[in-house]
């Protein structure tokens, strides 16, 4: 049984997806949600397997919720009345893109993709459009007072650990997230993040400085004033890397 997450803002949206889903009898409907912030928190409890979700909607837009899932997650197809989203899309690698309104022939083929359990391939259209346009800003999803909220990759200062938690900091606050520190820095682009210590990753952007200490050790002195410790064994590293940035 293939466990789908309905999202969508609108009731009868959702309702047309129900519609359409109930032929296929290995198709079990796990729930709904109707904005962004509320899918990620039914995707954290129901552990769905199929996402059908909207990219417009209140708070999180489709794009940020599927960027910003922590691993593993369940297969995305999104439904929206938008074609430029296309992109985007397939970057976050979405099994499959479907245009409002969604009909059946379509939907039945995009499960059955999921059912192979593989990412089609780019159509010519999608590859001219990803040739044209830059790809999509790397963005984070936190936790912040009880909601989630989308932070882009400038508005990042670090990444660290606390009490085993791992926490994003942005403007002098610090918000949480659902993933390790390891599992993070697996999927940041190391052109623009950096591992310094076990407990910190830095934007290498917001570096200002480095600054030696006794007995091998350094701190890296951020832009916004805050200075970080540097372990020892990463501190040559941590200068290569910078001395490597023009």
């Known amino acids: 049984m293939i466990r789908v997450l309905l999202v969508d803002d609108e009731q009868p949206a959702r309702d047309h997806?129900?519609?359409?889903?109930a032929p296929h009898s290995d198709i079990g409907i796990a729930?709904?949600?109707?904005?962004?912030?509320q899918a990620i928190g039914r995707i954290a409890e129901l552990h769905p397997d199929l996402v059908l979700l909207d990219i417009q909607m209140p708070g999180c837009s489709g794009l940020d919720i599927a960027a910003s899932l922590p691993l593993p997650r369940p297969k995305i197809v999104f439904c929206t009345a938008f074609d430029e989203y296309a992109v985007d899309a397939f970057e976050v690698h979405a099994v499959d893109y479907l245009l409002k309104p969604v009909n059946r022939v379509r939907l039945a083929k995009a499960l059955d993709r999921v059912r192979q359990t593989v990412v089609p391939a780019r159509d010519e259209a999608v590859d001219r459009l990803i040739r044209a346009r830059p790809l999509p800003q790397p963005r984070f999803l936190v936790k912040q007072g009880g909601r989630y909220r989308v932070v882009a990759e400038e508005e990042t200062d670090y990444?660290?650990?606390?009490e085993g938690l791992t926490a994003l900091h942005?403007?002098?606050?610090?918000?949480?997230m659902d993933v390790t520190l390891a599992e993070l820095e697996r999927?940041?682009?190391?052109?623009?993040?950096l591992r310094i210590s076990r407990e910190h990753v830095v934007?290498?952007?917001?570096?200002?400085?480095?600054?030696?200490?006794?007995?091998g050790y350094a701190e890296v002195a951020l832009r916004n004033g805050e200075r970080l410790p540097v372990s020892r064994r990463r501190l040559k590293h941590v200068l290569d890397v910078l001395g490597a940035i023009r």
């Open 159 to 162: 990444f660290s650990i606390h």
């Open 170 to 176: 942005s403007a002098g606050q610090r918000c949480w």
């Open 203 to 215: 934007r290498i952007a917001g570096v200002a400085e480095v600054l030696p200490l006794a007995g």
């Open 17 to 21: 997806l129900r519609e359409l889903l």
């Open 31 to 37: 729930g709904e949600a109707e904005d962004g912030e």
């Open 187 to 193: 999927r940041l682009d190391p052109a623009g993040f």
